[in-house]
């Protein structure tokens, strides 16, 4: 690196920007997209045994913490296979287990990573006299779910997020947005967690790397099947990057995916909107945080069952298309002073959460008239074991984990909630994937809005019980100055995302299930069906079309348009 950074700079210096740091699968600092385990070499056995002698104290500490009486710091070894995949209740690690256990391997592979990327990053910055901007690909909480649907998701290396945030080396990063999901019709979405970005001072780089319809026909992840839907899913992707005030890079693998007049047309009206975005006050509008744990993963068996519907299903499906922005954070933000405030919260995986997160959610989440909206399991997996008063504590509603498991589909039982009058009487959800435990509401005061079913439910060791799970699924309590909501079974669907938001007092701009971006001065949206929408805007303003230039009305908080099925429209808002 130290050789080759000069000679790349050498008699064109001028032309570098910046580096993008690559390794490994993608090459993005992942271990491969596979259902295989790493890393039982000789190698990285002692390097997690060096690491493991940095965090305890005395190896009685580490036997304490593994609840393994006779290891030491020389026996210690990369936990089994076996171990990786059969969870000690269900889906679930016990930290008063083997859970500790499997969560040091897990957290020694993720900040391994990240130092890897501190040591490059630390060379070209030096060689570079500091002058040039360095990135790296890190961070994908929301991803594996790319078409691989791996089972080692969890040990991909990429959630020591608050780490690589803390790098100063490292400016910021980039990704792709999610594969599965940016059809023609769909959406673009970050898989990392963008805010926490910002919030850090560090550049988050959209890669559009659209299959356009001149890509092979055998092309998959969304590939447009003709003019129409590559310039509009370009469109769509180009709205998002300002929303997120992002740049953006177009990445082609064939060499002539963007050979067409009327996409370099399109490019180039995305060039003059990115030049006039510039002159404008991008900040964020949004009312709604997204909050993730990093941690949580550390604690769920090698498994797709949760992470598919919980942090890909309705972080990539449902929430896009509730008709408002959102941003996402990591929980240790809230600790800082220029985290900004909002008015609905949704923790999606908090499954585990330690003392310290929990003080950080009562300091800043859990009062002033906010709505927390809680998933599955929160708190549940904690220091010392797995815990139902740990979880009722925590969310204000008694939440109790049964001893069975099974593939839940909730339906609402009660429309007169304002939470839930809108949405329609069959409105049904759950997921196809056997989960567990099963999660149920036993408060008595805590108002059940909806019901899950689960026929017929299995043990931990996947032997049948008798009868079906018939349990409360959904349910709202208010706790005087603030408002708890928690939802047993995910993923949850836009309809009720909506529903809640706007109960909260989340300004909706488009109620029409479409994927929609904003920001302080613009808004987009882009259709999955024809129709005439209904825009609501948070102020009264001028709003132009940013493509042709139309004005559509002055002094206006609302405005009528007639859209086309896959259709992208952005308007600025002066």
Known sequence: MQRHVPRLQSGQRERFIGFNLLYAFGPEWEHPCSDMFLDFSPVNVQQFRAWLREQYANVEALAQAWHQPEVTFDTATVPPVEDRVQGDFYELMDPALKGRRIADYIRFTDESVVDAIAHMAGIVKAETERECVVLAH?????????????????????????????????????????????????????????????????????????????????????????????????????AAAVAEASPMWYLDFEGHWHNHPEIMRTVEQVRRIADEALTRDRRRNAEIAVIVNQRTVRYLRSSTALWLPVLCHEYFEELPRIGAPFDSYIIEDLARDDMPEYKLYILLDTFALNEGEKQLLRDRVLGRGHTVLWHYAPGYITQTGLSDAAMSEITGIELRALDVGGSPRAMLSDLQHPMTRDCPPGLTWGTKLPVGPIITCADP??????????????????????????????????????????????????????????????????????FVCANNVMVAVHTRYAGERTIRLPRRCRVVDAFTGEEI????????????????RMWWLE
């Open 553 to 568: 009305g002055a002094d206006i908080d609302s405005f009528t348009a007639d859209l086309q099925r896959y259709e992208t």
């Open 138 to 238: 890190y961070g994908y909480h929301f991803e594996g779910y790319d078409g691989f649907d791996r089972v080692n998701y969890n040990e991909r290396g990429h959630h020591a997020i608050s780490r690589f945030l803390g790098l100063e080396d490292i400016d910021g990063t980039g990704s792709a947005y999610q594969y599965r999901v940016r059809q023609a019709g769909g959406s673009t979405v970050p898989i990392t967690t963008v805010a926490s970005l910002r919030l850090h001072g560090k550049l988050y780089w959209l890669e559009d790397d659209t299959r356009t319809h001149l890509s092979s026909p055998t092309s998959s992840y969304g590939r447009a099947r003709d003019l129409w839907e590559s310039v509009n899913i370009l469109k769509r992707n180009a």
């Open 445 to 514: 005061i805590a108002q059940v809005l909806g019901m899950q079913h689960c026929a017929p439910g299995t043990t931990p060791a996947g032997r049948f019980k008798v009868g079906d799970v018939f349990e409360p699924a959904l349910a709202v309590k208010d706790m005087g100055d603030w408002t708890s909501v928690w939802c047993g079974v995910p993923p949850m669907p836009s309809t009720l995302l909506r529903n809640i938001a706007a109960a909260a007092g989340v300004h909706i701009y488009d109620a029409a299930e479409d």
